[in-house]
């Protein structure tokens, strides 16, 4: 397997433009997760997906996240509309039942 | 509330041991001690894990205490590409809905 691929690995867009950030877990895994690090928050967990359903969204920030996982090989975390304290470092992990998790390379999110 | 206390970094040579402790006082009779690193510039990798015994892969060993307050991720012969930040976390096992949830770890410095 190719472990938890994030797309893209770099993207830097402009305040106010929509971003999509992807992710694709390892096959069998039934937990997904979002995470956001910066320097001065750490690594924070946004929200989790169990089966495909979320199950704590606490952890988005605002209304202008949203994450959605329609099936069990693909999520995606959208901002809409974005702005520069947004700018961070996004990963996605997945794992099974009561396993370890594995984390994707993440996404480098800049908003200028 | 922090579960886990880390020093903030540690150095080590290379070739040496690097013993890295974590206090964690009040963990609860059904959690675990999860080891995590993160290498610059990726995602967080699983390590080691354990409930109230030692622990050993071909990554590292958990000693954990009889009391389960303290444990000590050993790396036995540090090599300059183990420099990474280092979380001990705690996380009940009994149920895969439980998250990692990452403080500020410890910053190792593996050097020539």
């Known amino acids: 397997d190719a472990g938890v691929i994030q797309s893209p690995r770099h993207e830097v867009t402009e305040m106010g433009q929509e971003v999509t950030l992807r992710c694709k877990p390892i096959?069998?895994?039934?937990?997904l997760f979002w995470y956001r690090q910066t320097m001065m928050r750490g690594l924070e967990l946004l929200i989790y997906?169990?089966?495909?359903?979320?199950?704590?969204d606490s952890g988005m920030p605002e209304d202008r996240f949203s994450a959605k996982m329609p099936n069990a090989s693909f999520s995606t975390l959208k901002i809409q509309p974005s702005e520069p304290r947004d700018s961070a470092v996004y990963f996605c992990?997945?794992?099974?039942?009561?396993?370890?998790?594995?984390f994707g390379q993440g996404t480098r999110l800049t908003v200028v | 509330d922090a579960k886990t206390t880390q020093p903030p970094s540690m150095d080590c040579a290379e070739g040496r041991a690097a013993n890295l402790p974590c206090n964690h006082s009040?963990?609860?009779?059904?959690?675990?001690v999860y080891w995590y690193r993160q290498i610059h510039s990726q995602g967080p990798q699983y390590i080691i894990h354990?409930?109230?015994n030692n622990e050993t892969n071909e990554m590292a060993s958990l000693i954990i205490t009889e009391d389960r307050k303290s444990s000590t991720l050993i790396l036995p012969h540090a090599t300059l590409r183990d420099t990474a930040v280092y979380y001990c976390?705690?996380?009940?096992?009994?149920?895969?809905?439980?998250?990692?949830?990452f403080g500020k770890g410890t910053m190792l410095l593996v050097s020539p």
């Open positions: 992990a997945s794992r099974a039942d009561r396993d370890e998790a594995f």
């Open positions: 096959s069998g895994h039934d937990y």
């Open positions: 997906f169990n089966n495909n359903v979320p199950i704590d």
């Open positions: 009040t963990i609860s009779g059904n959690e675990y």
């Open positions: 354990g409930l109230k």
């Open positions: 976390i705690v996380r009940p096992g009994y149920s895969g809905y439980s998250t990692l949830t």
